[in-house]
Nanobody, 114 residues
């Protein structure tokens, strides 16, 4: 059974930074593709960034150069460092683990506003 617990969301000003963390339970973490998705009000959930067990990364065009995904397999944790935040980054951010099935965290709200 996999459980994902996110933390680190909150309110940031435009141009500011936030770091999201997601801790996974279970032994599948190091073999899994981990991802961060987001869903803004009235919009579909979209992929923000993903990272394979070997460390290969993929980013949405809208966040390239501003966001960085990383993982610590010893801590079963994946991170999303978000810099140069924009109001359009406001959304609920979800952690995802892919290992034969999609597992989701409960989501954490990120609000970018002055």
């Amino acid at each position: 059974q996999v459980q994902l617990v996110e933390s680190g969301g909150g309110l940031a000003q435009p141009g500011g930074s936030l770091t999201l963390s997601c801790v996974a339970s279970g032994s599948a973490f190091r073999h899994s593709v981990m991802g961060w998705y987001r869903q803004a009000p009235g919009k579909q959930r979209e992929l923000v960034a993903s990272i394979t067990g070997g460390g290969s990364t993929n980013y949405a065009d809208s966040v390239k150069g501003r966001f960085t995904i990383s993982r610590d397999n010893a801590k079963n944790t994946v991170y999303l460092q978000m810099n140069s935040l924009k109001p359009e980054d406001t959304a609920v951010y979800y952690c995802n683990l892919k290992f034969g099935y999609d597992y989701w965290g409960q989501g954490t709200q990120v609000t970018v506003s002055s």
